[in-house]
C-alpha cells in the first residue's frame, strides 16, 4: 500500500529531540494548568521577594513602616530617616536589582535559542567586556559617575556592532563567523581593559576600576534606575513579543526558512534587544557574571523549553534571583560583597553540570 504520510511532517517529526532540547514550537495543552501554577508560585516568590528587600538591611524598618512610607508616594514622604532609607536607597538599588535581573537572564535565553546552545551567556558577542572597558575608560579620564555610565553603554554597544560587522564580512557560515567574531572582540576589549588598569593610579583609580569590574549595587542612584529602565524596557518588549518566533530558531535552517521565518532578520532584532538590554545593565551594575547562563537554564527544567513560556519566566525568574543576591550581599557581611563573586559561587557549579551532561536539559 502506498504511504500517504506527509514527508515534512515526518521530517519535523525526526527532529523533535533537537527542537525539544532548545525549543518546542509544539503545545501542551495538558500542561497548561501546570505551569500556570508554577507562573503563579513565581509571580508571588517575586512579590515577596520585592517588599522583603525593602525591609532588610543595617538599618530595620517595619512591614507596617514599610507600607506606610510607600503609600505616601515618592514625593509625599516626610523626610526622615526611615522615607530616606526607602525611597532614596533602597528603592534604586532593588529596581536596579530587578531590572538587571530581568535583563540579562532574558538576554542569556534569547542568545542561547538563537545560537542552539544553552551554554551560551550574553557576553558572548562582547556586550559586557565592551561596557566594561568603557566604564574602566571612563574612570581613567575622571568622567565622573554619569560619564562612566555613558562610556559603558556606548562601548558595549560598539563591541556588539563591530563583531557583527566582522561576521558580516566572513565566508564562514553565519552562526560559527558571529560566535568567533564576538570571541575576538571580547578578547580585544579585554586587552585594552587591562592595559587601562596597567596605566591608572594604583591609589585611586586602580582600585575603583577594579570594584566596578566586579560588579556591585552599592552606589546605585534614582538616575540609575531611570537610565537602566527606558533601554531595557525598549529592548524587552520585541523579545517578548517575538518569543514564539524565537521558537523556530531553535530548528534547522531550512526549516524555519519553510515555514516562512526571515532567520537573518530575526537574529538581528534579537541581537539588537539583547545587547541593549545587556550594555544598560553593565552600565549601571557593572560586570556579573553567570545570570544569563544559570537562570534560563534553571527556567526550562521548570517551565519547559517553549519560548513562550521561557522568556516571561526568564524575565520573573532573573529579576528575584538578582534582589535575592543583592539581599545576601548587603546583609551577610559589614561591607558588602560584589555581587559578580556570589553569582560566580552559584553559576560555576552549574556550569560544571552543564559540561557533565553535555549541555542537556534533562528535567521538564
Not at 72 to 84: E, T, W
Request: net charge neutral; with cysteine.
Amino acid at each position: 500500500m502506498q504511504d500517504t504520510r506527509s514527508p515534512d511532517l515526518d521530517g519535523i517529526r525526526a527532529e523533535e529531540p533537537a527542537g525539544r532540547r532548545f525549543g518546542s514550537i509544539s503545545g501542551d495543552v495538558s500542561g497548561e494548568g501546570r505551569y500556570a501554577l508554577r507562573f503563579l508560585i513565581l509571580i508571588i516568590l517575586f512579590v515577596l521577594v520585592f517588599f522583603g528587600s525593602f525591609v532588610l538591611g543595617r538599618y530595620s524598618v517595619s512591614v507596617s513602616e514599610l507600607f506606610r512610607i510607600l503609600s505616601k508616594g515618592p514625593f509625599l514622604h516626610s523626610g526622615d530617616i526611615q522615607d530616606a532609607v526607602v525611597w532614596n536607597i533602597r528603592m534604586p538599588r532593588i529596581l536596579c536589582a530587578m531590572l538587571v535581573g530581568a535583563a540579562l537572564s532574558t538576554a542569556g535565553a534569547s542568545y542561547q535559542g538563537m545560537f542552539r546552545n544553552p551554554m551560551v551567556s550574553p557576553d558572548l558577542l562582547g556586550a559586557s567586556t565592551g561596557a566594561g572597558f568603557g566604564a574602566a575608560m571612563a574612570i581613567l579620564l575622571s568622567l565622573g559617575y554619569v560619564g562612566i555610565m555613558v562610556c559603558a553603554f556606548s562601548f558595549g554597544l560598539l563591541a556588539v556592532f563591530l563583531a557583527y560587522m566582522v561576521s558580516r564580512m566572513s565566508r564562514l557560515e553565519s552562526t560559527l563567523s558571529m560566535v568567533l567574531s564576538g570571541v575576538m572582540i571580547s578578547s580585544l576589549f579585554s586587552a585594552c581593559t587591562s592595559f587601562v588598569k596597567l596605566v591608572a593610579d594604583t591609589e585611586d583609580q586602580l582600585p575603583a576600576i577594579t570594584y566596578w569590574l566586579m560588579g556591585s549595587l552599592t552606589s546605585v542612584k534614582n538616575v540609575d534606575a531611570i537610565f537602566a529602565f527606558v533601554p531595557i524596557i525598549i529592548g524587552l518588549i520585541p523579545i517578548l513579543l517575538l518569543r514564539w518566533r524565537i521558537n523556530l530558531l531553535t530548528v534547522s535552517e531550512a526549516e524555519a526558512k519553510a515555514m516562512g521565518l526571515n532567520t537573518e532578520q530575526l537574529r538581528l532584532i534579537v541581537i539588537i534587544c539583547a545587547t541593549l538590554i545587556t550594555s544598560a545593565s553593565v552600565a549601571v551594575s557593572g560586570m556579573i557574571g553567570w545570570v544569563g547562563l544559570v537562570i534560563p537554564h534553571f527556567c526550562r527544567l521548570i517551565y519547559g523549553y517553549d519560548y513562550r513560556r521561557l522568556v516571561p519566566a526568564s524575565i520573573l525568574m532573573g529579576a528575584t534571583f538578582l534582589m535575592i543576591v543583592d539581599d545576601v550581599s548587603r546583609c551577610i557581611t559589614t561591607s558588602e560583597i560584589p555581587l559578580g563573586i556570589l553569582t560566580s559561587f552559584i553559576g560555576a557549579p552549574v556550569f560544571i553540570y552543564l559540561i557533565l551532561t553535555g549541555g542537556e536539559d534533562r528535567g521538564r
